[in-house]
């Protein structure tokens, strides 16, 4: 079956760090485009940061130099490594699966929690 | 990049149609074939209910329908149920060297 599965959120106090992680079942890592996309409680959807197949990595601007995409090929696992936090980061992170051709999001996990507060 | 500009609410009785709109820019809806719509249960994860403006994925039922023009795309539920109130985002690639992608705000639908 395919799925993701997230872990690693927790609480964190403002300017700490966190790194979360992401576990695909029954496809490659390695061989899709991956993106983590959050949700702030009572918020909408904003995308953050995507790995692609190639390597190519971008990050949004509300994130970009704080946090590090990367992935574990050989463990088929995907990781967003969170520094600097604030308290605007606390959200949901939900692990995503992009389609490369049609260019949407076909495979959601269920998202972990992460809360920034002193 | 600015979010996509959809409506917070909107409401329609059972059996009855309502249309949702997602209003973006030239350089992402109107640019591209490739707006998404996701639809959210509350606690749930976001699921896929439209790609490539127009496209259902297997399994989302035909009473859900994606369209575009110009700048603005939508996304019309017919035939509304009580299961269908939930939130509704849509996305858009947006090819940007730096930020490929930009979802709207989200829409709550609610069945009357």
């Known amino acids: 079956e395919l799925q993701v599965a997230e872990s690693g959120g927790g609480l964190v106090q403002p300017g700490g760090s966190l790194r979360l992680s992401c576990e695909a079942s029954?496809?490659?890592?390695?061989?899709?485009?991956m993106s983590w996309v959050r949700q702030a409680p009572g918020k909408g959807l904003e995308w953050v940061s995507v790995l692609y197949s190639g390597g190519r990595i971008y990050y949004a601007d509300s994130v970009r130099g704080r946090f590090t995409i990367s992935r574990d090929d050989s463990n088929n696992m995907l990781y967003l490594q969170m520094s600097g936090l604030r308290v605007e980061d606390t959200a949901v992170y939900f692990c995503?699966?992009?389609?490369?051709?049609?260019?949407?999001?076909?495979?959601w996990g269920r998202g972990t929690l992460v809360t920034v507060s002193s | 990049q600015s979010a996509l500009t959809q409506p917070p609410s909107t409401s329609g009785s059972p059996g009855q149609s309502v249309t949702i709109s997602c209003t973006g820019t030239?350089?992402?809806?109107?640019?591209?074939?490739?707006v998404s719509w996701y639809q959210q249960h509350p606690g749930k994860a976001p699921k896929l209910i439209i790609y490539a403006v127009t496209k259902r994925p297997s399994g989302v039922p035909d009473r859900f329908s994606g369209s575009k023009s110009g700048n603005t795309a939508s996304l019309t539920v017919s035939g509304l149920q009580a299961e269908d109130e939930a939130d509704y985002y849509c996305c858009s690639f947006v090819g940007s060297r730096d930020i490929p992608w930009v979802f709207g705000g989200g829409t709550k639908l609610t069945v009357l």
């Open positions: 029954g496809f490659r890592v390695s061989s899709n485009y």
């Open positions: 995503v699966r992009e389609d490369g051709d049609d260019w949407y999001f076909d495979l």
């Open positions: 030239s350089s992402d809806v109107g640019g591209y074939n490739y």
